[in-house]
């Protein structure tokens, strides 16, 4: 195979087993979190989901999964050093080592009962075996301080977004003269911030951007360009979306709308999701391919695109064979959520992942849902959240990064001995 | 994925709403105080058999709304997070029941003496035990309006009516206490049947207290409103 030697190939081989591996496990727990909210109010069947999840995940994994995945790559440590002094080799196994230390640790962590971040499980992969080839001279402690610092503000920010979102609701509609008919007239602006930001997240210093306008846009370039469909779009979608609601009473009513408008946030998370989440998987990988191949001869069905897409496939695999079902168990238990909240923790949750995504942070999905709950709940919009539940959460938060780290540095060991 | 790792999940910090058991439970105190009215009115009438089987139910349902509210204790985490704090909710819990502890003390007490209400307070009984229900009945709006400003998270409108209510809630708690007090009085000086006048000076005490706490829960939200 192109004069490949047996251990390269092999290498490779394990990184995209283990890789797919950990995109399906990222799929299955990670990703159902987040579609909680939509079918816990009702917005949405399980089965709807399911296949929302799946389609929206590929679509932003591919689209806009790119800067996360360039992070998980070569932004931990300084991979050129390492490619210089110990070879190609010894920094694929390493990379596997990573993704093979995350993989198992969230099989671990999923079968011992601890709700974890399979973010910063590859990241803490990534640090492990940085560590241990370079020592601390070697690691992108810039890169790596940005990533904890984004750790600790995705919840923040998704807080802030959805108590500010829930707070307008509250403020705007539902203490309005006529809730109901105000709810009906913040559909095409709710819609058309919604695809300003995707749009935004798609355009912004992307290969998309490269290919539509011959260059990757700036921020500015990416806001402009980003309202034209925001408004077109905004103002048509408001038809379909709110086709068939009916007035009720009271408050119900209003509910009623922000029902059809969660079906949108169910869209918007999963995409986000598959533009956060992607790279956790494919970004180790990708390292491994360029250092099999080098910058030529690398075959079709090994370029980033086509990762992403089977990265984002692994995703969707991860919610349908095994997803499905803990969907279920949240839908049952996010009943207590109504809708109005619910497309506040989802449209909180969503718009700080994409963000997220956009600077290239790899950020812990189920912290920034967490967030957005408390963010509602700050707001007085939840009605019981038990506390201890939450600590449990951020301690989980804490190990992640040290157990993964140390079970890379293990794997990476154990495997050098048969090299 | 075992149950215990979905326990640890963000789906699990949000539990269900005491506030539904706090709903179930007015409820119930609703379903009673309609069989007491009915009982106190075929009592009034002379119509003791009547009453008593509307007491008997009142008791039944007072049984259990207990259980309720025990199971809403014993859910309740140490560490919630809701929308008014964890002591106003278990204050509110609280002064609700009391309602209803009074209405069953009322049931068992009125029928111990199966005798017609003297005359010279038929009449002040009938007000009072009007003023009575009609604080109880503003009692159930206030709590439809309690979860009509949870819904609303403390929406304008809700939060306009809760406190229209408390002033009505505290209105007719007064005119109940004045009835009580001239009531009292006559019964203190009614010599002709002494025991008959101890049984009703207590029947009207309890059921004073029937409205003091329909009033306490709508000073509580009151109270609560004024903190948001």
Redo the contacts between chains.
Sequence with gaps: MLGLTTLAVAILVAGLGSGLYMAWNIGANDLANSMGPAVGSGAISHKQAVVIASLLTVTGAILAGEHVTSTVQVGIFDTEAVLESEGANILSLGALSAITAAGLWITVATWKSLPISTSHSIVGGMLGYGLLIGGMGIISWSTLGRIVVSWVTSPIFGAITAFIVFKLIVKLIFNSEEPFKTAKRSVPIILGITIFVISLSLLYNTALSERLFGEKLDLLGAMFYSIFPAVILGYLGKYPMMKGVEKENGFEDVEHVFKRLQLLTACYIAFSFGANNVGNAVGPIVLIIQNTFGNSGLPFFLRNEILLLVGGGGLALGISTWGYKVIKTIGFKLTSLTNTRGFSVSFGGATTMLVASMVGMPISTSHTVVGAVLGVGFARGVEALDLSVIKRIVISWLITVPIAATTSVVLYTVMTQFV | ??G?????????????????GLNKHSKLIKKAIRELKKGVYHYSEGEFEEAQECFNKVSKIEHKADKIKIQIRENL???????ITRDDFLTLLKEADSILDYAEDVSVLLPMREEEIPEKVKGDFKDFSEKVFESVEQFEEMMNIFS?L????????PKERARELQKELSEREHEADKIEKKISKAMFNYEKEPLTAVHLLKVVDRMDSIADHAENVGDMIDSILES?
Excluded: H, W
Excluded at chain 2, 4 to 20: G, H, L, M, T, Y
Excluded at chain 2, 77 to 83: G, L, R, V
């Design positions: 994925m075992t215990k790792f979905r326990r640890s999940s963000i789906e699990n910090a949000v539990i269900d709403s005491p506030f539904e985490p140490k560490f919630i997070f809701m929308p009509k949870l819904k609303s998270s403390f929406g304008k409108k948001k």
